[in-house]
């Protein structure tokens, strides 16, 4: 009796979970240092075509009110955080690679 019980059990853990699964929203999020608004197709604005991008945009939600700096290591510590760049101090400088500083761990 107590495999059947656990066996039953199994299935329906096993069922539930994979409903779930298929209810969650699939998310892609695509961050692209100096991309300018006329620089995709989807916003009508450039000539540059942007199909794969476009397709995207005509599927997903565009979000048109957003905050970010001219330099792209703001941008990417505010991303990975979840703060504004002044509360990391990366608000002025570049990372670059092989540089001793990085993302504070405070």
Not at 8 to 21: G, K, N, P, Q, V
Not at 42 to 62: H, Q, R
Not at 67 to 93: D, E, K, M, N, V
């Amino acid at each position: 009796m107590k495999f059947f019980d656990l066996f039953f059990y199994l299935i329906t853990t096993r069922i539930w979970l994979t409903t779930i699964a298929n209810k969650q929203p699939n998310i892609v999020f695509i961050l692209a240092d100096d991309l300018g608004n006329a620089d995709v197709g989807f916003t009508g604005v450039g000539a540059i075509k942007t199909p794969n991008l476009d397709e995207l945009a005509s599927e997903g939600v565009i979000l048109r009110q957003h905050y970010a700096l001219s330099i792209c290591t703001p941008t990417r510590g505010a991303l990975l955080t979840g703060r504004y760049p002044i509360h990391t101090g990366l608000q002025h400088y570049v990372i670059t690679p092989g540089s001793p500083q990085g993302l504070p761990l405070d």
